[in-house]
C-alpha cells in the first residue's frame, strides 16, 4: 500500500518549495494529499506521514524521510508544544483537512452551524452572536451581535453582507491562510449572516496580491452553490489600496467609485454599499459564527477569555522571531508568553528591543510592558492596539525613530486624501521628524520677525520640535475621518515615549 504524504498547498509553504517536495513524493511513489498549513511557518515545507511531521523538508530529504532517518523529524505534529498549548476554534481544522474537500468540511462539523442557523428564527441567531461576545477581530473589536441586530432592525428590502478580506497589515497573514485554507468556513460564516439579518447577496473583498487565495474562495463558492442557496456569494479584487481596508473605503470600491473614507454616520450598517443596510465583517470574524451557531458553541465561546474580551484570538508571530507562525488562544496571554515563550524570542539571537501589535499603526511596545494581557481592555489601557492580532518582533539592532518615520510616509502615501488631518498632517510629520532627527533647527515665525528688525534669529529647539510633533499627533487622532490618520500617531508616540534616545543626533545650524 503507498504510503500517504500530507503536504500543505498555502502560498508560503509554495514560496518554501512545496511544490517541489510533493513532485518528488510522487516520484517516490508515495500518494501526495494537499492539505491546509498547521501554521508552524518556520517548518514549511512541512510534511506529515501517519501524523508525523518533519520539517522544513527539501526534495533532498525524500529518501531519508521515507526510511525514518531524516534528522528533520519533529514527531507527532498534534503533540508539539506550538500545536498543543493551543485552542483551535477557527483553526481547528488547520493541517487537517484539504482545503476544496466538501467530504473533508462536513466530516469535521462543516455546516452543522449554518444547518442549526436555518432551523432558527433571525433574530435567535442574532441573540446567539450577542451570547457569545464576539468581537470583531479588526481594529476597533466592535461586537459582531450589535452590528448584526442593527442591520436585522434596519428597513429596507436589500441587504448585503460584505466581507473585509483586503489584509494589508504587516505581519498579518490569518485572513489568508482561512482563504486558502478553509474557504467553506468563511462562506459558512457568511451565509448564517445573510439569514440572521436577511440579506440575499454577499462580497468576499480581497486584495489582488493574495492570488491563491481569490482561486480558492472561487472554487469553493462554485462547490458550495447549492448549499448556500439562495443566498449568493462572489468574490470582488481590490487594487492594493491599504485605505480600502477602511469599511467606508472599501464600500466605495465594491461600488466602482474611488476609495476614500466617508463620513459616518450614516453607518455601513444603516446606509452601506449601494444605499443599503450593511454587514462589513473582516474574515476572522465571519469564520468564527460556524463555531459559535453549532450547538452550545456561543456559550463555549463566551467562557473563554477575559473581562469583554471572548472567545480565541488568531495570534500570527512575524518579524525578527525564532518560531514564527499562527498561535491561536484565548484572550489573556500575556505579550511576553507570546513572544518569549511560544515565539522563541528574536531568530537573530540578540534581545527583543519591541514589538509591534496591530499592523503599520500599531503601537510599538517595550519589552518592560511584556506583562500586558493579551485582550482588548490592556491594550486600550496602554496605548496601544491588538487590531488584526499580528505582532511583528524588532531585536536591538531596530532604530526606532526611523520606525517612527515610516509611519507617517506609510500614512502619507496611503492616505486617500480626504481629511486634512491624515494628508497634510502626515507630510508635515514627515518633515518634522527628518529635522529632529538630523539635527537641523528650524526657524519660527517669531524669530523671521525678529530678523526683520535685525534681533538675533530665533529657531525651534529640539525638544520645542518634540513638542510641535505631539501637537500634530493630537490632532491627526482625533481629527482624521478613519483609523489611517487616526492611528498613525500610536507608533510614533510610542517610539518616542520608549526610545527617546533614537529620536536623537548631533544639533546644528541649518538657517
Not at 16 to 42: I, K, L
Not at 90 to 99: L, M, S, V
Amino acid at each position: 500500500m503507498a504510503t500517504v504524504v500530507r503536504i500543505s498547498d498555502d502560498a508560503l509553504a509554495l514560496a518554501c518549495g512545496a511544490d517541489a517536495v510533493a513532485a518528488a513524493f510522487a516520484a517516490a511513489g508515495c500518494v501526495v494529499e494537499r492539505v491546509s498549513s498547521w501554521g508552524m511557518q518556520w517548518l514549511e515545507p512541512l510534511v506529515e506521514i501517519a501524523g508525523k511531521g518533519f520539517g522544513p523538508a527539501t526534495p533532498d530529504d525524500v529518501s531519508a524521510i521515507l526510511d525514518g532517518s531524516s534528522a528533520k523529524a519533529i514527531g507527532a505534529i498534534d503533540a508539539h508544544p506550538f500545536i498543543a498549548g493551543q485552542q483551535r476554534l477557527t483553526f481547528a481544522r488547520a493541517g487537517k483537512t484539504r482545503p476544496l474537500s466538501l467530504e473533508d468540511y462536513a466530516a469535521t462539523g462543516g455546516w452543522a452551524g449554518l444547518n442549526r442557523a436555518r432551523a432558527m428564527a433571525s433574530q435567535a441567531v442574532v441573540d446567539d452572536v450577542l451570547q457569545s461576545g464576539l468581537r470583531g477581530r479588526g481594529g476597533a473589536g466592535f461586537p459582531a451581535g450589535i452590528k448584526w441586530k442593527t442591520v436585522a432592525d434596519a428597513p429596507g428590502s436589500r441587504k448585503y453582507i460584505v466581507c473585509n478580506a483586503d489584509e494589508g497589515d504587516s505581519g498579518t497573514f490569518a485572513d489568508r491562510m482561512v482563504m486558502e485554507g478553509d474557504p467553506f468556513q468563511l462562506i459558512e460564516g457568511m451565509a448564517i449572516a445573510a439569514h440572521a439579518v436577511g440579506a440575499g447577496q454577499g462580497y468576499i473583498y480581497v486584495r489582488s496580491e493574495y492570488p491563491h487565495a481569490i482561486a480558492k474562495l472561487n472554487a469553493a463558492i462554485a462547490l458550495s452553490r447549492e448549499i448556500l442557496a439562495p443566498f449568493r456569494v462572489e468574490v470582488r479584487v481590490g487594487a492594493g489600496a491599504y485605505v480600502c481596508g477602511e469599511e467606508t473605503s472599501l464600500l466605495n470600491s465594491l461600488e466602482g467609485k474611488r476609495g476614500e473614507v466617508r463620513a459616518k454616520p450614516p453607518l455601513p450598517a444603516h446606509e452601506g454599499l449601494f444605499g443599503c443596510p450593511t454587514v462589513v465583517n473582516n474574515v476572522l470574524t465571519l469564520a468564527a459564527i460556524p463555531h459559535v451557531l453549532s450547538d452550545g458553541g456561543a456559550r463555549l465561546y463566551n467562557s473563554l477569555g477575559v473581562d469583554r474580551s471572548k472567545g480565541t484570538m488568531p495570534v500570527q508571530l512575524a518579524g525578527n522571531i525564532l518560531h514564527g507562525g499562527l498561535y491561536e488562544v484565548a484572550f489573556g496571554i500575556t505579550l511576553g508568553e507570546l513572544v518569549n515563550e511560544i515565539g522563541g524570542g528574536t531568530a537573530s539571537g540578540r534581545p527583543v528591543k519591541a514589538v509591534q501589535v496591530g499592523g503599520p499603526l500599531g503601537a510599538y511596545i517595550h519589552p518592560h510592558q511584556f506583562h500586558l494581557s493579551f485582550d482588548y481592555e490592556a491594550f486600550a489601557a496602554a496605548d496601544a492596539l491588538i487590531g488584526h492580532g499580528g505582532i511583528v518582533v524588532f531585536d536591538d539592532t531596530a532604530d526606532m525613530g526611523h520606525l517612527a518615520r515610516f509611519a507617517m510616509e506609510f500614512c502619507a502615501v496611503e492616505s486617500c486624501g480626504k481629511c486634512t488631518p491624515c494628508r497634510i498632517g502626515s507630510t508635515r510629520g514627515v518633515e518634522l521628524l527628518d529635522r529632529i532627527r538630523s539635527g537641523v533647527r528650524t526657524p519660527d515665525p517669531v524669530g523671521a520677525l525678529a530678523q526683520m528688525h535685525n534681533a538675533p534669529k530665533a529657531v525651534r529647539t529640539a525638544e520645542q520640535d518634540i513638542v510641535l510633533l505631539e501637537d500634530l499627533c493630537e490632532t491627526m487622532k482625533f481629527g482624521s475621518l478613519c483609523a489611517l490618520g487616526g492611528f498613525t500617531p500610536y507608533p510614533v508616540l510610542s517610539a518616542l515615549r520608549h526610545w527617546p534616545q533614537d529620536f536623537q543626533r548631533e544639533t546644528h545650524d541649518g538657517i
